[in-house]
Structure formats: structure tokens, C-alpha cells
């Protein structure tokens, strides 16, 4: 599966940005779908996973409450609405696809073996 992530830039704090993956190449629905980050400097942490069908999310501990992942099965498409961004959050994001035949929500990165290209995301104080 190829992945094309899209729609970072800069926001202040207090703001918001949606980012969108795009994929291609298998069929979507085989595929749970996740955002990762990366500062400079940090390994690359854990933001938002859901499933195949979409009805099971996770977010991480720093975003709950303020990012929603989503996905649409017919458009072969994953968001990430990002709401009261703050300037910690910025970073590359990352979207990534796991294979799975169960409704997981895999955390972690080792469980994704599809990455996209990444799209930065700075949001100042």
C-alpha cells in the first residue's frame, strides 16, 4: 500500500490543522491506519490509530481530548483533525498502515509496516 500524507503547516497555538493520508495499492480495509510523530531529536511517538472498519480509535496520552482520527473506507482516505494545538506538538507526522485481519488499534510502530512521507506540522506559541 503507497501513502501520501498532506496537509501540515503552520498554526498558532490555540489553532487547528487537518491532516489527510491518501492511500493506494491494496485494499483499504485490510489496513488499520495510525499517525506517528517525530521532533528533532525524539524518537518517533505514538498519536492516533483506528481500525479497519473505523469504529475502534486510540490516541495518545498528549493528544486525547484534542486530535480525531477518522477514515473513509469508500475514499480510501485517513484524517487527523488537530484542535488546540499547542507548540509541543510540533513535528513531523507520519501516517502508517498495518495489516490486520481483527479490529486491532496497534500502538506501536513496530506493528506498521506501510509508512507515508511525512508532513510538518509547526504550530507557534
Known amino acids: 500500500v503507497q501513502l501520501q500524507a498532506s496537509g501540515g503547516g503552520l498554526a498558532q497555538a490555540g489553532g487547528s490543522l487537518r491532516l489527510s493520508c491518501a492511500a493506494s495499492?491494496?485494499?483499504?480495509?485490510?489496513?488499520?491506519m495510525g499517525w506517528f510523530r517525530q521532533s528533532p531529536g525524539k524518537e518517533r511517538a505514538f498519536v492516533a490509530t483506528?481500525?479497519?472498519?473505523?469504529?475502534?480509535?486510540d490516541y495518545g496520552d498528549s493528544v486525547k481530548g484534542r486530535f480525531t482520527i477518522s477514515r473513509d473506507n469508500v475514499k480510501n482516505t485517513m484524517n487527523l483533525q488537530m484542535n488546540s494545538l499547542k507548540p509541543e506538538d510540533t513535528a513531523v507526522y507520519y501516517c502508517?498502515?498495518?495489516?490486520?485481519?481483527?479490529?486491532?488499534?496497534?500502538?506501536?510502530?513496530?506493528?506498521?509496516?506501510?509508512w507515508g512521507q511525512g508532513t510538518q506540522v509547526t504550530v507557534s506559541s
Open positions: 495499492g491494496a485494499t483499504f480495509t485490510d489496513y488499520a
Open positions: 502508517a498502515a498495518s495489516y490486520t485481519v481483527t479490529g486491532a488499534v496497534p500502538d506501536t510502530s513496530a506493528h506498521y509496516a506501510y
Open positions: 483506528i481500525s479497519r472498519g473505523g469504529r475502534d480509535r
